[in-house]
């Protein structure tokens, strides 16, 4: 079973500021099979990333994502204050779809 | 619109068994595989079960391999999940997610509001 580690588990950071969120991977992801989730307290988990980089329609284009192999990155250009939340990542493309431990943003 | 609204969940003594469904409207339901993901309160997310597009192809977790079932009738656009032998640590609340392709191991692009299950005595 691949294992994801996020970091870090919380993030401080000011409206306007740059987020970078980190995933990690106990082995290679084949094909960057890597996705991000957002999630506010009380919603459901929201889609924000597929394919490590693909963002789904709806998506603003200050999320963006990157990384390759066991190294995953999910980057806010510029934090709303609706931005502040719960992030995982996951990994897919194999029978379990393992998540990450996720990353609190917070203000 | 996509919409996945799940029911079943409740209070259950350990050892008992309860049914998930999760109706869903908006899109294709035979095309697109399903999964069932849970949250323990405060807790981070853990995939329990997926099944492809045609239901040939399922998949389960560890934890919950052997005691849980999931089904799905392409007829009516509904998933379901059927725990038996539940535990104290299967209480979360249950997210039903749609597939973002027909295959059972794939990103998930929607997902429901989410039904608590509680396994205690």
């Known amino acids: 079973e691949i294992v994801l580690t996020q970091s870090p588990g919380t993030l401080s950071l000011s409206p306007g500021e740059r987020a970078t969120l980190s995933c990690t991977a106990s082995?290679?992801?084949?094909?960057?099979?890597v996705a991000w989730y957002q999630q506010k307290p009380g919603q459901a988990p929201r889609l924000l990333m597929y394919?490590?980089?693909r963002r789904p329609n709806g998506i603003p284009d200050r999320f963006s994502g990157g990384g390759s192999g066991t190294d995953f990155t999910l980057t806010i250009s510029r934090l709303g204050p609706e931005d502040f939340a719960m992030y995982y990542c996951?990994?897919?493309?194999?029978?379990?779809?393992?998540f990450g431990q996720g990353t609190k943003l917070e203000i | 619109e996509v919409q996945l609204l799940e029911s079943g969940g409740g209070l259950v003594l350990p050892g008992g068994s309860l049914r998930l469904s999760c109706a869903a409207s908006?899109?294709?339901?035979?095309?697109?595989?399903m999964s069932w993901v849970r949250q323990t309160p405060g807790k981070g997310l853990e995939w329990v079960s997926a099944?492809?597009?045609?239901?040939?192809?399922?998949d389960y977790a560890d934890s919950v391999k052997g005691r849980f079932t999931l089904s799905r009738d392409n007829s009516n656009s509904t998933l379901f999940l059927q725990m038996n032998s539940l535990r104290a640590e299967d209480s979360a609340v249950y997210y039903c997610?749609?597939?973002?392709?027909?295959?059972?191991?794939?990103?998930?692009?929607?997902w429901g509001q989410g039904t608590r299950v509680t396994v205690s005595s």
């Open positions: 997610a749609k597939g973002g392709s027909a295959f059972s191991g794939w990103y998930l692009d929607f």
């Open positions: 908006g899109f294709t339901f035979k095309n697109y595989a």
């Open positions: 099944i492809s597009s045609g239901g040939g192809s399922i």
């Open positions: 082995q290679s992801i084949s094909s960057n099979y």
């Open positions: 394919g490590a980089s």
């Open positions: 996951q990994q897919y493309g194999n029978s379990a779809g393992t």
